[in-house]
């Protein structure tokens, strides 16, 4: 009774999860932001409702058709363990489906199951920098660019810079 | 990245000269600017607007001239009420960056005089931009002290874009990365702050003391590509001033691509700076 408690307020979260995603992702996407919320929110008055019928006792039966009412939570009260998809979300990215893997009634881990771009390649889901290596950035070498950004230099640092160079080079 | 060599050695031309307390630099393709006669007339004609941009402003923004309008308001002989349009309309821009960037770029100085120097120079680098635009030039590459701002290509009607390179803050004699400003993508312009040069209007966010001397934000170097020069420029500095929750904050609030450096040489990185 309580791990399928906390399993549909665990969808709830994933649910809001995906809204919060989605909101402020892309405004011609609120028809679906708005169906991922209201798919959350189904599952969190599951859960109320099972923890009320809890406090009275013994209507387990009851509270088992109130559960299955949120979709994936049929599955969830069966086992308290295991994986669940949410709903295919349209983003600027691209299609996003989320899958969150439960252990004991509390969210362990969440994956992003599809998150394709037009090209059907994978794509990163946001643009936050992320730590990276240094030859996995762009290389360049100084005779392929014709400009170069740097931590403000003073004129006489300039002097010795790089895009000094390449302006010798050009005058 | 597209190779560029071929670019190499006569295809471009430059012109150069100092103000704000660096150097400037217009690089253009080679007849490109349309010339008196052939000759390059027409470049220097364009580089003397952008430098009467560079110079007007500094003229008044200049905290090192004790002569402008800028200083007499950090002396107190003059008040932000009778402060001329311009340098209200600046100082209203820096308050609202101060907003949005939650008070990691601020206009002040921890000793509460009015610093614009953080903002100015990326502003005269978009109306010196506006400038040249104005004259027809219409591919063009402006970098003052490191910061960029480009137009069109540096192979006129290719669409190729301008490739630029980020200076490694560990070895200034190399390039960190590389990136394509300009051509068919919006970002046309990047800028580059750190905290080991010349970082006087970069102030720990909140803690009243310079980042040179502060560790705890962490960046040596952080560069910002954005559509516009002035967002470039203040993120990047509010980025080193604000530190790793200030680069989150940035990255998700506004349409930018971001290269971080850490104090320990370790890199943070925006998609588009992947190889």
């Known amino acids: 009774m309580r791990t399928r408690a906390a399993v549909s307020a665990a969808l709830a979260s994933a649910g809001i999860l ?30 109320s409702g099972s923890s009320g019928t809890s406090s009275s006792s013994g209507t387990s039966d009851s509270t088992a058709s109130s559960g299955a009412s949120g979709a994936g939570t049929t599955g969830a009260s069966a086992k308290a363990v295991g994986t669940y998809p949410g709903s295919v979300v349209q983003t600027r990215f691209g299609s996003v489906q989320v899958q969150i893997t439960v252990q004991a009634g509390k969210i362990t881990d969440v994956t992003a199951l599809q998150l394709t771009d037009a090209e059907r390649k994978s794509v990163q889901i946001s643009n936050r920098a992320a730590p990276i290596l240094r030859d996995e950035v762009l290389q360049a070498q100084s005779a392929d660019v014709q400009t170069i950004s740097g931590a403000t230099v003073t004129s006489e640092a300039y002097l010795n810079s790089l895009q000094a160079a390449l302006d010798a080079a050009n005058l | ?20 307390g660096t150097v400037i630099s217009l690089t253009v393709p080679a007849g490109a600017v349309p010339g008196t006669a052939g000759g390059e007339g027409g470049l220097d004609a364009a580089s003397a607007a952008v430098e009467r941009v560079f110079d007007g402003l500094d003229e008044t923004f200049s905290l090192y001239r004790p002569d402008s309008e800028a200083s007499r308001l950090a002396r107190g002989e003059l008040s932000l009420r009778d402060s001329s349009a311009a340098m209200r309309d600046r100082y209203a821009e820096a308050l609202s960056w101060r907003l949005r960037t939650e008070g990691a770029f601020s206009p002040e100085r921890p000793d509460g ?30 970098n003052a002290g490191g910061d960029i701002l480009v137009m069109g290509s540096p192979v006129p009607g290719s669409g190729t874009a301008w490739a630029a390179g980020v200076v490694d803050p560990m070895d200034r004699s190399a390039l960190l990365a590389a990136y394509e400003l300009g051509g068919p993508g919006t970002r046309c312009a990047l800028a580059t702050s750190g905290s080991a040069e010349r970082g006087d209007h970069i102030w720990a966010a909140g803690a009243g003391s310079r980042t040179a001397g502060f560790s705890g934000a962490g960046f040596a170097q952080v560069s910002v590509a954005a559509a516009d020069i002035v967002t470039a420029d203040v993120l990047a500095t509010a ?11 940035a990255t998700d609030g506004w349409e930018i691509d971001v290269l971080a450096v850490r104090r320990n040489g370790e890199l943070l990185a925006t998609p588009g700076f992947r190889a």
């Open chain 2, 1 to 20: 990245m597209q190779p560029t060599s071929e670019l190499g050695g006569s295809a471009l031309q430059a012109r150069t000269f100092g103000s704000m």
């Open chain 2, 113 to 142: 005089v009015l610093d614009l120097s953080g903002l100015i120079k990326g502003y005269a680098i978009g109306q010196a931009g506006e400038a040249l635009r104005s004259r027809g030039i219409t591919d063009w590459c402006l």
């Open chain 1, 18 to 47: 995906i809204a919060g995603w989605q909101s402020g992702v892309h405004v011609a996407d609120t028809g679906s932001s708005v169906a991922s919320a209201a798919a959350g929110t189904t599952g969190a008055t599951g859960s």
């Open chain 2, 239 to 249: 980025i080193v001033a604000g530190g790793t929750a200030m680069l989150h904050r």
